[in-house]
C-alpha cells in the first residue's frame, strides 16, 4: 500500500474540502482518464483497491499512471475511550480529493478496454467520478 517513508510531523491537521482542483486537473500522460467531481478523502487501501481493479481488467497491456498519493495521516482513538487524553494514535494515510483532479490515467489500450477498466476502477471509490478523453485522441493511432 501506499504511504511515505518519512514525514516531519506523525500527526496533521485536516484540511479543508473546499473549491476545485488548481493543479493536477488535465491529463498528463495518457490519453485517458478519470476525474473526480467532488470533495473527498481516499485512503491508501481504496486506491490500491481502485489500481488492482484497473490493471486486472487491462490485463498487463498499456500502462497505468496514478496521479495522487496518499500523504497525510489520519488518526483514531481506541474504543471505549474517553474524551480528552490527546489526540489518537496515526491509523492510516489519506490524500484529500478536490472536484476535477485527476486519479488515473491509461495509455496503450483501445477506448473500449479503458473505458470499461476505469469504470471498474471508479467502483472501488468513493467518490463520483467522470471519463475523460484527450483532447487529440485518434481511434486509429492506438498501437497494441
Known amino acids: 500500500m501506499l504511504q511515505p517513508k518519512r514525514t516531519k510531523f506523525r500527526r496533521t491537521q485536516r484540511c479543508s474540502l473546499k473549491g476545485n482542483a488548481q493543479r493536477g486537473n488535465q491529463l498528463a500522460f495518457g490519453s ?8 473527498q478523502y481516499i485512503n491508501a487501501r481504496q486506491l490500491e483497491a481502485a489500481r488492482v481493479a484497473i ?15 496518499p500523504d497525510k495521516p489520519y488518526t483514531r482513538k481506541p474504543a471505549d475511550v474517553r474524551m480528552g487524553k490527546g ?21 496503450g489500450v483501445p477506448f473500449e478496454v479503458a473505458k470499461e ?28
Do not use: H, S
Request: with cysteine.
Open 117 to 144: 477498466a476505469l469504470r471498474l476502477g471508479a467502483q472501488k471509490l468513493p467518490v463520483l467520478t467522470k471519463f475523460v478523453v484527450r483532447r487529440d485522441f485518434d481511434p486509429e493511432l492506438v498501437v497494441l
Open 87 to 107: 489526540k489518537g494514535d496515526p491509523e492510516g494515510w489519506v490524500c484529500n480529493l478536490n472536484p476535477g483532479r485527476i486519479l488515473f490515467e491509461i495509455d
Open 32 to 39: 485517458f482518464g478519470i476525474k473526480t467531481l467532488e470533495n
Open 55 to 69: 490493471t486486472r481488467y487491462m490485463q498487463r497491456q498499456g500502462q497505468l499512471w496514478c496521479r495522487v498519493f
